[in-house]
């Protein structure tokens, strides 16, 4: 079929026309405030590493970086947000390890608001911190094996374990122990890591887990019991501390993180700039120096890596959510 000189023409200005819009979009990107939503209250490992991130891509994009809490239903209710916004970059979503527990289960349930495979673009791995399981002092167990042995032989004891909620990271590796060791505690769902440490602290539940930002002073401190880490090895700076794999759970372990998403249809050159920037944030000496003290190791990964390690870890738990019947 022969094109006609002037047709050629005609599309090949308007093809033109549509890059140079579609550039000159990229190109004047921030045009206003960007907002960093964390699906989860103040105060836990996913919110200071937002804020500190935040702080510095403020100073370097021209724009002011502002975050925005949006908890409930295991993070759910503050991706959907972020999944229906425009995707032009201006509105991002700081998660963690919960992502994909909570969108399997939500998914497996018939309930997940939005598609993970459409409705989310990888911007990249901020941290990674170890997840630990934790105690109240008051638990008459050095670690979690021994914690499973306490309760198959202790049976009167009632034992309440808590999570940042239905579906989270704790709540699935809560029901997967139960399993493996036949052991009976009760979940008890909060909406952040911050108020289930304060339920941890005092006492009115005994076991729990997060990411370790969010308890290593209070480990150090002696008010919080380390039971182990998911982690694939021991935690530098808890040494004694021993992993799931060691104590013979070793389908506990999953590897914590903290990283960026921006909406699916984000243009690439959009989610280059954001890898960018908030990259060079966790690396800049000052951030990186205050999140190594919060037990946090700066990585600042490929957007690639971040959409793979969200595919890996939904991957390696859809069989225990489904098979445990884990609803978010």
Do not use: C
């Amino acid at each position: 079929m022969r094109i006609s000189r002037r047709r050629f023409s005609a599309g090949l200005t308007a093809a033109s026309l549509g890059l140079g819009s579609h550039l000159s979009w990229a190109q004047s990107f921030p045009s206003k405030p960007i907002r960093i939503i964390v699906p989860f209250p103040a105060g836990g490992t996913t919110d200071v590493v937002a804020r500190l991130i935040a702080q510095r891509m403020s100073e370097t994009m021209g724009q002011p970086v502002l975050i925005e809490n949006r908890g409930g239903a295991g993070g759910a209710i503050g991706a959907d947000a972020v999944a229906k916004a425009a995707p032009d970059g201006h509105t991002l979503l700081m998660h963690n390890l919960t992502f994909p527990m909570t969108t399997v289960a939500q998914t497996l349930a018939g309930r997940s608001p939005f598609n993970v495979d459409t409705d989310f673009a990888g911007v990249s791995i901020s941290v990674y911190v170890p997840f630990m399981w934790t105690a109240n002092p008051t638990v008459p167990a050095k670690d979690l094996r021994d914690l499973g042995q306490l309760l198959r032989t202790q049976k009167q004891l009632a034992y309440n374990y808590g999570s940042t909620g239905p579906g989270s990271a704790m709540h699935v590796q809560g029901e997967a122990f139960k399993k493996a060791t036949g052991i009976d505690m009760q979940h008890v769902p909060f909406k952040g890591a911050a108020p289930l440490k304060q339920e941890l602290l005092a006492g009115r539940i005994q076991v729990g887990g997060d990411q370790l930002s969010t308890s290593l002073a209070e480990i150090r401190a002696g008010t919080l019991k380390a039971l182990a880490t998911t982690a694939s090895k021991r935690v530098a700076g808890l040494p004694d501390v021993p992993t799931v794999r060691e104590l013979g759970f070793a389908s506990l372990e999953l590897e914590g993180w903290n990283g960026l998403f921006a909406p699916g249809k984000t243009p690439r050159e959009i989610i280059d700039r954001l890898q960018k920037e908030s990259a060079a944030a966790v690396r800049h000496p000052e951030v990186a120096k205050r999140l190594i003290e919060l037990g946090a190791e700066p990585v600042g990964s490929s957007a690639a890596a971040q959409d793979e390690i969200l595919k890996r870890q939904m991957d390696q738990f859809r069989p225990i959510i489904r098979d445990m019947k884990i609803e978010s």
